[in-house]
């Protein structure tokens, strides 16, 4: 396949961070902080965004964000982000969060949210992002899901 300076693969997004959770992160009951993941869930989609345009971005948005485990101190946390729908100059992000204790191995899904940045030429101003090929029936499906969550989220403005 070849590709064309104004598109890129969705591989070529992909992006994972990894981090200890310490007490200065969590509450007194040992649980982290909610807004503490957000902020992680925050910057590892505009990584994948970044890499993707190769530009600044910007977040406009984020969907809703529900925790299914507590994730506590000692819990190493894994995101793993993927640009999963591109617009004109809006990018949406797929981020994934996993808890592991690291002792054990042991690994579980804690949430998935969906983020939306908007990417900034040199002078600050939203500039067009590379068109995005999906390489898979999967990240097809993926694409179109975005594209409808971007359409749902511009009607209620």
Not at 92 to 118: D, F, I, K, Q, S
Not at 130 to 156: D, T, V
Request: aromatic share 6%.
């Amino acid at each position: 396949m070849s590709i064309r300076p104004n598109e890129k693969t969705v591989r070529s997004s992909r992006t994972s961070l990894a981090q200890l959770m310490q007490p200065n992160q969590a509450n007194l009951l040992g649980n982290v902080h909610g807004g503490w993941i957000m902020k992680l869930v925050d910057e590892t989609g505009a990584l994948a965004c970044i890499r993707h345009s190769q530009r600044r971005v910007v977040t406009v948005a984020v969907d809703q964000m529900t925790f299914k485990h507590p994730i506590r101190i000692g819990d190493l946390v894994l995101l793993e982000a993927e640009v999963s729908w591109v617009g004109n100059t809006s990018l949406e992000a797929e981020v994934n969060v996993y808890a592991e204790n690291p002792a054990t191995g042991e690994r579980w899904h804690t949430n998935t949210a969906y983020l939306v940045y908007v990417a900034l030429d040199d002078s600050g101003r939203p500039t067009k992002v590379p068109y995005l090929i999906a390489e898979s029936e999967e990240e097809q499906q993926r694409f179109e899901e975005g594209k409808a969550r971007q359409e749902r989220r511009l009607k209620s403005q």
